[in-house]
Structure formats: C-alpha cells, structure tokens
C-alpha cells in the first residue's frame, strides 16, 4: 500500500497533472483526449475489466468538452484527464509491454474514480 502511495503522489506531482493542467479549458485538446483514450481502451484486452471505467470518464470529458456537463470542478477535470493522459501515454512507471504492465494503468483509474467519484455520480444522474 505505501508503495502505491508513493506512485499516487509521483503521479500528482508530474507530468501527468501538469499537462493536464493545459488541457482544461481547452476544448478541442479535451475532445481529442477522450477520443483517444477511448480508442485506446478499446485495443487493450489488459483494460477489459475497466472498459465501462474509462468509458465513463472519456464521456465525462466529452460532455465537458461540448458544453453538455457544466457542473464540474476543474481540479475533478484535471484529475481525470491526468489519469487518462497517463493510461494512454507510451511512458509510465510499468511499461505496458511488460508481464502485468497495465497494474499502473488500473491503479491509476482506481485512484482517479475513487477522488471523484462524487462528481461522477452527479455526472451520471445528469445524462440520464
């Protein structure tokens, strides 16, 4: 568990956070991020059990991207596309060509849904 925390706070304090960072309010960068990540997810047998996961948070990004959602707080955005500009991203901490090379991947989204989940259900009730 110390571990993870510690990848969990390598994580905040990179890249990931500070790219994602450019990308919230920027629209057309949020669009194209949700369309990638998804075409990503779905090449990706090692996501399978995380696919309806991602999907969510690629709509989510989506809906945020076209005006659809309004209700969010920018740090949520900024967590979520973080996690997602890392899964899709050749570079992180367990290569994904590896032998369990997407555990990173999984804990990523697993951290990400967790801080957010809130505004995800809000999301969620919101598209129905």
């Given at each position: 568990?110390?571990?993870?925390?510690?990848?969990?706070?390598?994580?905040?304090?990179?890249?990931?956070?500070?790219?994602?960072?450019?990308?919230?309010?920027?629209?057309?960068?949020?669009?194209?991020?949700?369309?990638?990540?998804?075409?990503?997810?779905?090449?990706?047998?090692?996501?399978?059990?995380?696919?309806?996961?991602?999907?969510?948070?690629?709509?989510?990004?989506?809906?945020?991207?076209?005006?659809?959602?309004?209700?969010?707080?920018?740090?949520?955005?900024?967590?979520?596309?973080?996690?997602?500009?890392?899964?899709?991203?050749?570079?992180?901490?367990?290569?994904?060509?590896?032998?369990?090379?997407?555990?990173?991947?999984?804990?990523?989204?697993?951290?990400?849904?967790?801080?957010?989940?809130?505004?995800?259900?809000?999301?969620?009730?919101?598209?129905k």
């Amino acid at each position: 568990m110390r571990r993870f925390m510690d990848f969990v706070k390598m994580f905040k304090q990179g890249i990931w956070m500070k790219t994602a960072k450019k990308f919230v309010g920027d629209n057309t960068k949020l669009g194209a991020l949700a369309v990638e990540a998804m075409r990503y997810a779905r090449e990706k047998r090692s996501l399978d059990d995380v696919k309806d996961d991602i999907t969510l948070l690629c709509n989510y990004v989506r809906d945020i991207a076209l005006g659809r959602y309004k209700g969010y707080k920018t740090w949520n955005l900024t967590v979520i596309v973080a996690a997602l500009l890392y899964i899709i991203s050749p570079v992180d901490v367990i290569p994904d060509f590896l032998v369990g090379g997407f555990i990173d991947d999984l804990g990523i989204i697993a951290w990400a849904l967790g801080k957010v989940s809130t505004e995800l259900n809000a999301y969620r009730v919101s598209v129905k």
